[in-house]
């Protein structure tokens, strides 16, 4: 495993990227300087052209546990509970502040090709958004799975909400938001937040066959497969009927879905 800094490894085998937070220490919770880091990790491992897929995970006992917000937080109150007695400088220096936080998960979100979280241990808050923007997720037994936004008083950010109730539906979705309910693996899975609950020992070999697996289709088809996944989520039946429709005769065009067509007919 090469390193791009101690606080990211990354290595590449069987064109699978895998990205893994290394700072154990804090079980791998973001401050804007890891979170800047690992966007651009992200977003150049999709780029290269000897990927095919993208695992995320963590090192020792948590996945990402959070974010640091020790300097995102403020002596200026709103004592009334009323939003617009904030002053415009500090609804600026914020939302620039928790944007760079958020880099990660949008650039996870938004990879064009195929993406794993294998989460190994605790994922919370900003944890959970990094879970949340794979395409799929597999958990060990030993993960612990928590919103965490509200114990601190805090409200989700960074897409949470509407990723956590895309994925698990609106009751279970309150439920770990309002509620504050955590999950283990194998709850998980019950609920949808991740596809697969394995053992710690089998967890990296899972995520790698899988991603391994994805990595070995036509890239093109693949890309143009996940865009029309995305599609589907915002859009009605007739509409991705029609982008499947185009996006079907296209693939035809090309030389290597033409030649795995030979070799299915031998």
């Known amino acids: 495993m090469s390193a791009l800094s101690h606080k990211v490894l990354t ?22 300087e890891l979170a ?5 990790i992200i977003r150049s491992m999709d780029a290269d052209p000897g990927t095919g897929a993208l695992v995320i995970t963590g ?11 020790d300097n995102l937080t403020t002596s200026e109150t709103t004592p009334d509970d009323k939003e617009e007695t904030l002053t415009a400088s500090l609804r600026e220096e914020r ?38 923007a794979a395409d799929i997720a597999i958990a060990s037994e030993e993960a612990k799975i928590l919103s965490g936004f509200l ?28 509620f504050g309910e955590t999950v283990d693996g194998k709850e998980a899975k019950r609920i949808g937040l991740v596809h697969d609950c394995v053992s710690a020992e089998n967890l990296a070999e899972k995520a790698h066959s899988m991603a391994a697996k994805a990595a070995s289709f036509p ?27 185009t996006a079907q005769i296209w693939t035809t065009t090309l030389p290597e879905t033409a030649e795995r067509l030979r070799a299915a007919r031998k």
Request: with cysteine; hydrophobic share 45%; net charge positive.
């Open 11 to 32: 290595d590449i085998t069987d064109r699978v990227a895998t990205i893994t937070l290394n700072v154990p220490e804090r079980r791998n919770a973001l401050d804007p």
């Open 36 to 40: 800047k880091e690992l966007a651009g």
């Open 59 to 69: 090192s020792g006992k948590g996945f990402c546990a959070g974010a640091n917000l």
């Open 95 to 132: 939302r620039a502040a928790y944007t760079a936080l958020y880099e990660p998960f949008l650039a996870l979100r938004s990879a064009r090709k195929p993406t794993v979280a294998a989460v190994n241990g605790a994922a919370v808050g900003a944890g959970l958004n990094l879970l949340l």
């Open 151 to 178: 114990r601190i008083g805090l409200h989700p950010g960074g897409g949470n909400t509407s990723m956590l109730t895309e994925r698990v539906g609106p009751q279970a979705a309150a439920a770990l938001t309002l």
């Open 219 to 245: 890239l093109a088809s693949t890309i143009r497969v996940k865009e029309t996944l995305g599609l589907s989520r915002r859009a009605d039946f007739h509409t991705v009927l029609e982008a499947e429709t």
